[in-house]
């Protein structure tokens, strides 16, 4: 599986802003898949994940209710609608993949090379 994220940008905060991820492969519909993010000086954190049919989906409180995490699987595409958008969510955002397991969790074992939102006072 490869992934490439896209869609991030410089933003004004309460902005909404949709970052896709598109991954190569034919297993991606089995797959569970994921966002995290980095912000400077800090650790890769979870954002959101959701299962192989797009059932299940869970998020960090950080972004629970302001954020969409949602899946094409005819497209092989991830999304990730961010709303009501704050300065601190400013980061780089990465598309995760689960290879081994299609249900919903926060492990991951391959990563996108990242997009960056920033979001401005």
């Known amino acids: 599986v490869q992934l490439v994220e896209s869609g991030g940008g410089l933003v004004q905060a309460g902005d909404s802003l949709r970052l896709s991820c598109a991954a190569s492969?034919?297993?991606?519909?089995?797959?569970?898949m994921g966002w995290f993010r980095q912000a400077p000086g800090k650790e890769r954190e979870f954002v959101a994940a959701?299962?192989?049919?797009?059932?299940?989906?869970i998020y960090a409180d950080s972004v629970k209710g302001r954020f969409t995490i949602s899946r094409d699987n005819t497209k092989n595409t991830v999304y990730l609608q961010m709303n009501s958008l704050k300065p601190e969510d400013t980061a780089v955002y990465y598309c995760?993949?689960?290879?081994?397991?299609?249900?919903?969790?926060?492990?991951?074992?391959?990563w996108g090379q990242g997009t960056q939102v920033t979001v401005s006072s």
């Open positions: 492969g034919r297993t991606f519909s089995s797959v569970r």
């Open positions: 995760a993949a689960n290879r081994v397991t299609a249900v919903v969790g926060t492990t991951f074992d391959y």
């Open positions: 959701i299962n192989w049919s797009g059932g299940r989906t």
